[in-house]
């Protein structure tokens, strides 16, 4: 089993909508949870960080966190297409290192 | 601003040569991480380190070296490349392993073994 998993896409969602990214972790004791976005030959930059149950939004960024389910997801709200991108799950295992999920390809129509 | 830099961005090199990328960042930060992301991988933990002389196995360490002799600087070795080393490379940096903060990456380093 992976320690960070998630569905690899690609998603596609019309512009406007709402997009919906998860993923699960295999370490309970993990206690930081990071999304990060990245464009095609770029690298990865922080888009939200979650440290405790329940959600916690930042513009039109929504993250969901519970650790009963060990379960992490994003929404991305009125999805724009520079919201297109490649969406990396992190966690920061109990070893106090950061384990990336395979990422979640996102692609947003007009 | 502080800032993490590899340097360089892009490096060709032929089978059997040992090549060494830098990773360099001035946040003062403790932790550092190098990372390969391939194509289906996402970013797969090659090393990391906690701080000075001390440097950890990541789960896809075989072939690679690090050493930590300051904060600022965690070079990456390849002590002999080989074509299954082709990747892009990553470096990140974060506050503590007590803050368990977000980390910030560096541009990336392209690597071609041939």
């Known amino acids: 089993q992976k320690e960070v998993e998630q569905n690899s896409g690609p998603l596609s969602v019309p512009e406007g909508a709402i997009a919906s990214l998860n993923c699960t972790y295999s370490?309970?004791?993990?206690?930081?949870f990071f999304w990060y976005r990245q464009y095609s030959g770029k690298s990865p930059e922080l888009i939200m960080s979650i440290y405790s149950n329940g959600d916690k939004e930042d513009g039109r960024f929504t993250a969901q966190l519970n650790k009963a389910s060990q379960y992490v997801s994003l929404l991305i709200r009125d999805s724009q297409p520079s919201d297109s991108a490649t969406y990396l799950c992190a966690v920061y295992s109990s070893a106090s290192k950061i384990i990336f999920g395979s990422g979640t390809r996102l692609s947003i129509r007009p | 601003d502080a800032e993490i830099t590899q340097s360089p961005r892009h490096k060709i090199t032929e089978t059997g040569r040992q090549v060494t990328l830098a990773c360099h960042q001035t946040w003062n930060h403790n932790n550092m991480f190098w990372y390969r992301q391939d194509l289906g991988h996402g970013l797969r933990l090659i090393h990391y380190s906690y701080g000075v002389q001390d440097t950890n196995k990541g789960e896809v360490s075989d072939g690679y070296s690090v050493s930590r002799s300051n904060t600022e600087d965690l070079p990456l070795t390849l002590e002999s490349a080989a074509s299954s080393q082709t990747s892009v490379y990553f470096c990140?940096?974060?506050?503590?392993?007590?803050?368990?903060?977000?980390?910030?990456f560096g541009q990336g380093t392209r690597l071609t073994v041939v």
């Open positions: 990140a940096s974060s506050e503590s392993p007590q803050m368990n903060t977000e980390a910030f």
């Open positions: 370490d309970r004791v993990s206690q930081s």
